[in-house]
């Protein structure tokens, strides 16, 4: 069935790198932009980064803009997320969702603390 | 960026009885393609958001009839026409018409 994926959520130090990965499966990967949202404890959503069906375009949250990147790789039917100089206000759920927002992952948690 | 803005934040339904959710935006969501990018998501407790209504009045797949969509323009209204016990959860809407992509606050619904 269609399904995405995510891991490579953990705890780590304000300061340090990340890198989110999501795995589609289910569906022609290629075809498809993809999306990064997260939400904090007990918040709302917040949308984060957008990269285009063939990585030609992205966009990315001021919250995020110079820290975060978003890529694919279309032959292992993936997304990352490269997040460095984390801050503790990055503390959320990750979730990808497909473009159109009719799938999303289960999500990966990320905690910035010292 | 556009400001979405749910109105309840929360609301105690009573079973079979209707709820409502009102969106509001302070941009009009009318793309230059005529199309209205307002989407509504449910998200149950300790799972990941769910889309039930897709531009503006599309029901997802497997959603129930009597939860609709509706409005126009910068107004949006999410509706359960009888509530049951599945509908707890909190409820986004989701503008994708202009970038960034934002969301309402959320709105929880639970049962009286």
């Known amino acids: 069935q269609v399904q995405l994926v995510e891991s490579g959520g953990a705890l780590v130090q304000p300061g340090r790198s990340l890198r989110l990965s999501c795995v589609g499966s289910g569906f022609t990967f290629s075809k498809y932009g993809f999306h990064w949202v997260r939400q904090p404890p007990g918040k709302g959503l917040e949308w984060v980064a957008v990269i285009w069906f063939d990585g030609s375009y992205k966009y990315y949250a001021d919250s995020v803009k110079g820290r975060f990147t978003i890529s694919r790789d279309s032959s292992k039917n993936a997304i990352y997320l490269q997040m460095n100089s984390l801050r503790v206000e990055d503390t959320a759920m990750y979730y990808c969702a497909r473009h159109g927002y009719g799938v999303w992952g289960p999500g990966t948690p990320v905690t910035v603390s010292s | ?112």
């Not at chain 2, 969501?29 to 005529?34: A, M």
């Not at chain 2, 202009?98 to 959320?106: D, K, L, N």
């Open chain 2, 1 to 112: 960026d556009v400001v979405m803005t749910q109105s309840p934040l929360f609301l105690p339904a009573t079973l079979g009885q209707p709820a409502s959710i009102s969106c509001r935006s302070n941009q009009s969501l009318v793309y230059s393609d005529g199309n209205t990018h307002l989407h509504w998501f449910q998200q149950r407790p300790g799972q990941s958001p769910r889309r039930l209504i897709y531009k503006v009045s599309n029901r997802d797949s497997g959603v129930p009839d009597r939860i609709s969509g509706s409005g126009s323009g910068t107004d949006f209204t999410l509706k359960i026409s009888r509530v049951e016990a599945e509908d707890v959860g909190v409820y986004f809407c989701m503008q994708a018409t202009h970038w960034p992509q934002t969301f309402g606050q959320g709105t929880r619904v639970e049962i009286k």
